[in-house]
């Protein structure tokens, strides 16, 4: 299952730059690498993003105590 688009710029480069850093501790990319010269991880984690491979969940931001309606 794909995740939601993204519609904030600012939460995709906040969820690309987290996949970008799991990517260089050695996780496996979700997409193929294209051949020859070097890779961006960056460019990888974009690209993982964009095509909804990340899950990813954003924190509670109420306040203690605070009820929805």
């Given at each position: 299952?794909?995740?939601?688009?993204?519609?904030?710029?600012?939460?995709?480069?906040?969820?690309?730059?987290q996949?970008?850093?799991?990517?260089?501790?050695?996780?496996?990319?979700?997409?193929?690498?294209?051949?020859?010269?070097?890779?961006?991880?960056?460019?990888?984690?974009?690209?993982?993003?964009?095509?909804?491979?990340?899950?990813?969940?954003?924190?509670d931001?109420?306040?203690?105590?605070?009820?929805?309606?």
């Open positions: 299952m794909k995740a939601p688009p993204i519609e904030s710029r600012f939460l995709f480069v906040d969820i690309a730059a996949r970008a850093k799991q990517l260089r501790r050695g996780a496996n990319p979700r997409v193929p690498l294209p051949l020859g010269g070097p890779v961006k991880l960056e460019r990888v984690a974009m690209a993982e993003v964009r095509e909804g491979l990340i899950d990813f969940t954003l924190p931001f109420r306040a203690p105590g605070e009820v929805t309606a």
